[in-house]
């Protein structure tokens, strides 16, 4: 079974912050996604990775920037937290040319 | 642009079917997902449709028409741990999935 693991469950930051979500896949997928999720909207892309060092944004990238140093780990990162980035946050990682998604836990994000 | 329509909430009965609608007008199509997603949790597959037809799984069946851009979701025998939401996404010609918002099933005794 593919595992996607987010490294936090919970999170609760401050206005101005820098905050780092890591996503870790073990099956060797090419393909890796940040979504986010808020009620009434559905899943959102923020950015996404074919492959090492490549990212494109998504629908809404503005405010977020993303890593990939290692095919396994796709990094986001929220440079400086905002209120409006409260959300729920999914990592999904897919093998190509487009296969089923698979999801991490999710990562509840709050910015206080 | 594109797009997906579901019905935002149904509620059904224990041991009933019901059958959740899925719309979409998408740039290209490479086939249809559902995937289900209890409260607070991360969305799990379900079902892939890519040719016109039915395809049955246990419980759950999903059907596609490409020419009228149409899929639904038919849960029979339905359980209370059905309760959740279900989300319909198409993959465009870009291979992108987009994502319909969702569909909440309420299950009752």
């Known amino acids: 079974d593919v595992k996607v693991t987010q490294s936090s469950r919970y999170l609760v930051k401050r206005t101005g912050e820098k905050v780092f979500l890591e996503c870790v896949q073990d099956?060797?997928?090419?393909?890796m996604f940040w979504y986010r999720q808020d009620p009434g909207l559905g899943l959102r892309l923020i950015y996404f990775?074919?492959?090492?060092?490549?990212?494109e944004k998504g629908d809404i990238p503005e405010g977020y920037s993303v890593s990939r140093e290692k095919k396994e780990r796709f990094s986001l990162i929220l440079e400086s937290a905002s209120t409006n980035q409260t959300s729920m946050y999914l990592c999904a990682s897919s093998p190509p040319p487009g296969g089923g998604y698979t999801f991490g836990s999710g990562t509840r994000l709050t910015v206080v | 642009g594109q797009n997906i329509d579901q019905p935002t909430e149904m509620t059904a009965t224990e041991g009933a079917i019901v059958q959740i609608n899925c719309t979409y007008q998408?740039?290209?199509?490479?086939?249809l997902f559902w995937y289900q997603q209890h409260a607070g949790e991360a969305p799990t597959f379900l079902s892939y449709n890519v040719l016109d037809g039915l395809e049955e799984k246990g419980r759950f069946s999903s059907f596609l028409s490409r020419s009228k851009g149409y899929s639904y979701l038919l849960l029979k025998e339905l359980q209370m741990k059905d309760s959740a939401s279900y989300l319909c996404?198409?993959?465009?010609?870009?291979?992108?999935?987009?994502w319909g918002a969702g569909t909440k099933l309420i299950i009752k005794p």
């Open positions: 099956m060797d997928h090419e393909n």
């Open positions: 996404a198409v993959r465009d010609s870009n291979y992108q999935l987009i």
């Open positions: 990775s074919y492959d090492v060092k490549m990212k």
């Open positions: 998408t740039s290209g199509f490479n086939g």
